[in-house]
């Protein structure tokens, strides 16, 4: 089987990290979050993935040259000269996608976080005989969102509601897709959407089914939603294969810590943080709701809570940041420096406090 990726612009919204990466590249959990699909992908036996990529393409395949050869998977990129929307890039890689094997395909949105129930999905699928299937998640605000209303009994969808006045249903598109080949043929390549123009076609003609993703869902394309979206991911860890979170009397809740990091004495940790490879957290350090991601220093009695701290940056002894901090890579917060909700650009040293949300340039 195959799988597009639709990885797309810029990641603004996740800066100033991806002033460093391609967003899919941004670590998520201690890996890049591009990872963890393309792994659920390969479990469920897909040998070729594609990404659709607006810039860029050389640094993201590059980097996943490695994950190529580990996971034994095929991976490149269909990269659009101009932005394509959701569906046109479907257009644009049809080659890649179509074999003549007739098999459905994956689409999935690069920044969605679950447990990516793909056997189920395929299985569901094949069952009910349609051209497509969406997964649908449930929302405690569906008025924010665009409503997919559909059979609770066989899955087909009726309709879509754009962000509806009236209650109409709580279910919302969760960004993950298994398209018949013969979908294809219903996309023109030039900018379009496929949950604008493509899904409620399908829908139209009956050929359109939903399935209720169970277990948690997050797009994490920026940084609430990611410091969310971890608490998500933790949780379902903690469900499904416990033995890879920290334990022990420093560790409070979800913490997931990399091998090669090292904790010093005296610290509280958790809930809800990831410690990426060869970071260092000096003693007495308190860390809750964030991520420390790879070659970065806590020093002793700093305390993070509801922030990222960027690649192979320094967090100051008796700092404190909180608020959606955000350092971008290689950034130095000094010696007892406050950052309430501060966004800092990479290879910044930061002397005096930040006392309100902002970005320092």
């Known amino acids: 089987m195959k799988a597009l990726i639709l990885v797309g612009g810029f990641g603004t919204r996740l800066r100033p990290l991806t002033l460093s990466v391609p967003k899919p590249l941004v670590d998520f959990a201690n890996k890049p979050m591009i990872l963890h699909q393309i792994e659920a992908l390969k479990e469920v036996g897909v040998t070729e993935v594609v990404l659709a990529i607006n810039y860029q393409p050389e640094v993201m ?11 034994g998977i095929t991976i490149t990129c269909s990269q659009e000269t101009e932005p394509l929307g959701t569906a046109g890039p479907l257009a644009l890689a049809r080659d890649k996608l179509v074999d003549g094997s007739g098999e459905p395909f994956f689409v999935l949105n690069s920044d969605v976080i679950s447990e990516y129930p793909f056997a189920d999905l395929v ?13 649908v998640t449930k929302v405690d605000e569906p008025s924010k969102y665009g409503v997919v209303v559909m059979d609770e009994e066989t899955g087909k969808v009726e309709k879509f509601v754009e962000k509806p006045k009236v209650f109409v249903g709580n279910k919302i598109n969760a960004g993950i897709y298994l398209l018949n080949p013969s979908v294809l043929d219903r996309i023109e390549l030039r900018p379009t959407s496929i949950e604008k123009e493509v899904f409620p076609k399908i829908a139209a003609d009956q050929k359109l089914y939903a399935m209720v993703l169970p277990g948690f869902w997050m797009d994490i394309g920026q940084p609430k939603d990611y410091i969310t979206g971890l608490r998500l991911y933790l949780n379902s860890i903690r469900k499904i294969s416990p033995s890879k979170l920290a334990s022990g009397h420093h560790i409070v809740g979800n913490v997931l810590v990399h091998e090669t990091a090292v904790i010093g004495e005296g610290c509280l940790i958790g809930p809800d943080v990831a410690i990426g490879p060869g970071c260092v957290v000096e003693s007495g350090v308190r860390l809750s709701r964030c991520t420390v991601m790879r070659g970065s220093r806590v020093k002793n009695h700093a305390c993070v809570s509801s922030s990222i701290i960027g690649w192979h940056s320094t967090v100051g002894q008796w700092a404190r940041v909180e608020n959606l901090t955000i350092l971008g890579e290689d950034v130095h917060v000094g010696d007892e420096v406050y950052s309430n909700g501060g966004v800092v650009l990479p290879h910044k040293e930061i002397k005096s406090s930040i006392l309100k949300p902002e970005i320092v340039m």
């Open 123 to 135: 299985k569901f699928h094949k069952t009910h005989g349609g051209e497509a299937t969406i997964m």
């Open 61 to 71: 395949l590059n980097f996943l040259k490695e994950f190529e050869t580990k996971l």
